[in-house]
């Protein structure tokens, strides 16, 4: 696994990291594809995510 | 989860109120509830599934499942009333779920569904404040979800189809939900479309290339997608009605007049499903046949070339070389010519050895000749073996589509017997598992066309990809929407291989568990494993190596399935108390409706032996007879609390019958059952 996770920048180690306790949350949402406010609402907090991680100074 | 009480009102056989409380102890974790048939055991189990989701496995579905002792008994115009509620225990809070539908009676005792089902979970946290629940369906799904349901409380008159090769694509779903590799899936999913978002950004200052292609990019990911998510549905529907189909026809087994054709019919399904399979095997032969004699047939005419271009030159007598290079060399270096003349001085002669020497054969040459004479010749042998082979397959595959043509015909012809048979019932019967296996027929069919299209679409996507991908790079090498774009491309790529990563490490680990319960409790020399594709197989240890063990009783693969499952609760169980950052999870109860249906004695002994170990909490709803056999005494340790069944009839039998712990009779003239707490 950490072979796996060390092809990944530092940062994108950071939003991997984030990003599965992120999902972890919504995990309970059923049927979170058919839910398309709520996906829109897990894929909005993915980019802001990228978007905090990658930025201008890095 | 373990479940402390379940109130039934006026849901099937159940009338009026009806309460059942379950061992919560660790030491007694086993509840027992025991009946004759058709007194309430299945529709016991169908109570959790209709209160956590609204649903039932009856073939009616959720029609027809208001008792019927409450519709003769009330007045038209009175309102009547379902109700479930369950209540369990999770993570240290109470839950108390509650479903409840509305009816309103109607003349000759026929029933309006107001369509109004209410849903409610109150939960009682650690500190005593009890709360509502806004979203009780997402509530539900949290602790228990739908797609896991089926394997803690099963039928185990079906169980044994765990153990078949069509539901590989269930066991690898039911693996992934509870291990929590679904919120990897998503991961990457949402990974992908923040990548598609980043592109839209980025296209607004590209090129018409760049932003064709972005927009062609998302458009067979979402493509890709949602054929998957249909693929995914249409295979549970399908499930779902194979499960009623196989309902209808065993009803058809009940009658006399249909039974004998209905078990004809059912023999040749069978033999018409093993003739599939046997077809799809001859396919994937034939595939590979053809693909590893490829260049066999392919070269046949180059093959022709070389053949008469070596004949010639045999015939010419250029082929094999008679005076090869080394020869002459050796001449040249001794001094010495076949005569037994110097040649040291004899510059012409010299100067003829060499230009001999140029058109002399080599080992080289002499190796290179000898190998394709010898490929020449194997050639024709192989083309040979390669058609014949191909001839005997065919032949098979010919034999096998006239077998199933003939068993397809009998079993129309069956049909339309059935269909004359004049009674009512099981014409209605007949009309339903006609109606059923079109269906089933439409959606084979859509299943099969997304199986092939998905695999060319995802072809579609990696090349449309790659070349997005290059032009990103063409980009400002460090412009900041390029970087987040790479950044979620990559973790997404990452995320997917992590996905297969534990996929399989999951599998394994399954897999070593399986074989452990199962070879506890099967007598034959036989491991059970996971395989790649996630099909729950056998495998008997011959004096040639492991083979597969594809004759299986129905007892046989119970067994197997109830190993799976177990397995499955007891990885959950571990995996919930590591705690773990990519596994979730949890703790389930075992909750079985007879689970020992096909088993010998000997293996009813096992199981029910080996029961109270399977889960933290384990309900059996077992059938009289078999309660009283051996299943009492192997498991009357771990009993924690035990209930009977009692069916109210209005039949002679009943009113006649001096005494019967299962049976009695109704004295307010209606059929219903009740629960009896026994000791």
């Known amino acids: 696994m950490k072979e796996i996770i060390s092809k990944l920048t530092k940062e994108e180690q950071q939003i991997l990291q984030n990003v599965m306790t992120l999902e972890q949350t919504n995990l309970y949402i059923k049927d979170l594809k058919q839910n398309r406010t709520k996906e829109k609402e897990a894929i909005q907090n993915v980019v802001n995510l990228i978007e905090r991680e990658i930025r201008h100074e890095n | ?679």
């Open chain 2, 1 to 679: 989860m373990k479940i402390k009480t379940i109130f039934i009102k006026n849901f099937r056989q159940f009338w009026k109120e009806s309460t059942l409380n379950f061992s919560c102890s660790n030491e007694k974790n086993v509840t027992v509830i025991h009946g004759a048939n058709g007194s309430g055991k299945t529709s016991l189990l169908n109570a959790f599934k209709w209160c956590f989701y609204g649903k039932t496995d009856f073939d009616t579905g959720t029609e027809n499942i208001l008792n019927e002792a409450a519709i003769q008994k009330a007045t038209t115009g009175d309102e009547l009333e379902i109700v479930i509620t369950v209540i369990f225990e999770h993570e240290g809070a109470i839950y108390n779920a509650s479903r409840k539908a509305l009816y309103r009676k109607l003349p000759n005792n026929a029933v309006e569904d107001l369509k109004t089902v209410t849903f409610k979970i109150q939960k009682t946290l650690e500190s005593g404040e009890t709360i509502s629940i806004d979203t009780p369906v997402s509530e539900i799904n949290k602790v228990l979800p739908e797609g896991l349901h089926p394997y803690f409380f099963f039928n185990g008159e079906r169980i044994e189809k765990l153990a078949g090769v069509n539901e590989s694509g269930q066991i690898k779903e039911a693996i992934k939900r509870l291990m929590g590799l679904k919120q990897i899936e998503r991961a990457e999913r949402h990974l992908k479309k923040a990548s598609e978002s980043f592109r839209k950004v980025n296209a607004e200052s590209s090129d018409e290339t760049y932003q064709s292609l972005a927009q062609t990019v998302e458009r067979i990911n979402d493509d890709v997608e949602n054929k998957k998510s249909l693929l995914s549905n249409l295979k549970l529907e399908y499930g779902e009605k194979s499960k009623r189909k196989e309902d209808v026809e065993k009803k058809l087994k009940t009658y006399e007049e249909s039974k004998a054709l209905q078990n004809q019919r059912s023999l040749l399904n069978d033999t018409n499903e093993r003739i599939t399979e046997d077809m799809e095997l001859n396919e994937r032969q034939r595939k590979e046949l053809i693909d590893k004699n490829r260049a066999v047939v392919l070269s046949q005419s180059l093959v022709q070339k070389c053949e008469a271009l070596v004949d010639k030159n045999r015939k010419k007598g250029l082929l094999p070389y008679k005076v090869r290079a080394p020869f002459i060399d050796d001449l040249i270096e001794q001094d010495v010519c076949i005569c037994g003349r110097t040649i040291h001085g004899q510059n012409n002669v010299i100067e003829l050895l060499n230009k001999a020497k140029e058109t002399a054969g080599n080992d080289e040459l002499d190796e290179v000749y000898s190998s394709v004479s010898y490929y020449l010749k194997n050639q024709e042998q192989s083309l040979k073996e390669y058609d014949e082979k191909l001839q005997e397959l065919t032949e098979a595959q010919n034999k096998s589509r006239k077998r199933k043509k003939e068993n397809e015909n009998f079993i129309s012809e069956i049909g339309l017997k059935i269909g004359s048979i004049k009674n009512s019932e099981i014409i209605e019967l007949e009309e339903r598992r006609d109606k059923l296996t079109e269906e089933l027929k439409e959606l084979d069919f859509n299943i099969r066309t997304l199986e092939v299209e998905i695999p060319e679409l995802l072809g579609n996507l990696t090349g449309e990809t790659k070349s997005l991908e290059k032009l990103e790079k063409k980009q400002k090498d460090h412009s900041l929407v390029v970087r987040r774009i790479s950044a979620a491309n990559n973790v997404a790529k990452v995320f997917n291989e992590l996905n297969d990563y534990f996929t399989d490490q999951v599998r394994n680990s399954l897999s070593e568990r399986v074989d452990g319960t199962f070879r506890q409790i099967i007598r034959k020399n036989v491991r059970a494993y996971i395989s790649e594709d996630f099909q729950l197989k056998i495998e008997k240890q011959s004096k040639l190596g492991d083979i597969e063990a594809k004759e299986q009783s129905t007892g046989e693969k119970q067994v197997t399935s109830l190993s799976f499952i177990s397995s499955i609760i007891s990885l959950a169980k571990e995996k919930h108390v590591q705690g773990g950052k990519f596994f979730r999870g949890g703790l389930y109860p075992l909750v079985m409706d007879s689970p020992f249906g096909a088993l010998d004695d000997d293996y009813r002994y096992k199981v029910a032996e080996r029961v109270s170990n399977l889960a933290d909490q384990v309900i059996i709803f077992v059938s009289n007879s078999q309660w009283n056999g051996n299943v009492k005494d192997a498991c009357a340790s771990r009993v924690g609390n035990s209930y009977r069944l009692i069916h109210h009839a209005t039949t002679d039998v009943a009113k006649t019958m001096d005494s019967n712990e299962y049976l009695r009779f109704s004295n307010d003239g209606f059929e219903y059952s009740t629960l009896e707490e026994t000791s």
